[in-house]
């Protein structure tokens, strides 16, 4: 129904987007969850991973583009609006409750740390790991992130300075995160 290659999803009010590797973002009419219709096909992506809403923007991890900023003022229409390599092709990303700042998975370059000012997207660092980060996600002060063989807290206090806390080894393949209340729930492949 959707179609193919698709990768992750976000929904804004009654919009579902879906990243679709071929370089898509799909935009849907969800008004009638059950009864939901293509609005919108938003091009010029490479291999958009997992989109994210904040306000009037689409934040798209892209391993092609690296972070990918859609101007979704138009919520029916999203249309590519800035993006940045520096910090290397991501795979999920992050938006700072304040919006200011971006986390990026950038694989085995580790966290891309992004400055996001007027709708641009400034790379400030990145933070190298012993394995490739794959997932993100942060509550408050805390930021997540999974690395195969890795759960890593980073403290976000200073949100362009995130500081490693600590690594846990899971027992398998940590392929996901969510932050949840203090902790985190991981989502480990084959445990």
Same mark, same amino acid.
């Given at each position: 129904?959707? $179609? ?7 929904v ?12 898509h ?14 609005i ?21 991890a892209?391993?092609?583009? $690296? ?9 029916n ?10 910090? $290397? ?29 007027n ?59 969510a ?13």
């Open positions: 129904v959707f $179609g193919e290659d698709l990768s992750d999803l976000a804004a009010n009654d919009r579902l987007y879906i990243s679709s590797l071929d370089g973002l799909l935009t849907y009419n969800i008004t009638d969850p059950y009864n939901p219709y293509l919108h096909t938003t091009s010029g992506l490479g291999a958009p991973w997992v989109p994210v809403v904040y306000e009037n923007n689409i934040y798209v892209d391993n092609t583009l $690296g972070l990918a900023v859609l101007d979704a003022s138009n919520p229409e999203p249309s590519l609006s800035d993006s940045s390599f520096e910090g $290397g092709g991501l795979l999920d990303v992050a938006i700072s409750e304040d919006g200011s700042i971006a986390y990026g998975a950038a694989g085995g370059q580790g966290l891309s740390v992004y400055s996001l000012q709708n641009q997207v400034e790379w400030i660092q990145s933070i190298p790991l012993n394995h490739s980060i794959l997932a993100l996600d942060l509550k408050d002060n805390r930021l997540w992130a999974t690395s195969h063989q890795d759960l890593v807290l980073f403290d976000i206090s200073t949100p362009s300075q995130p500081v490693l806390i600590n690594t846990e080894q899971t027992e398998q393949w940590a392929m996901s995160v932050a949840w209340n203090d902790d985190a729930v991981v989502a480990d492949w084959g445990y």
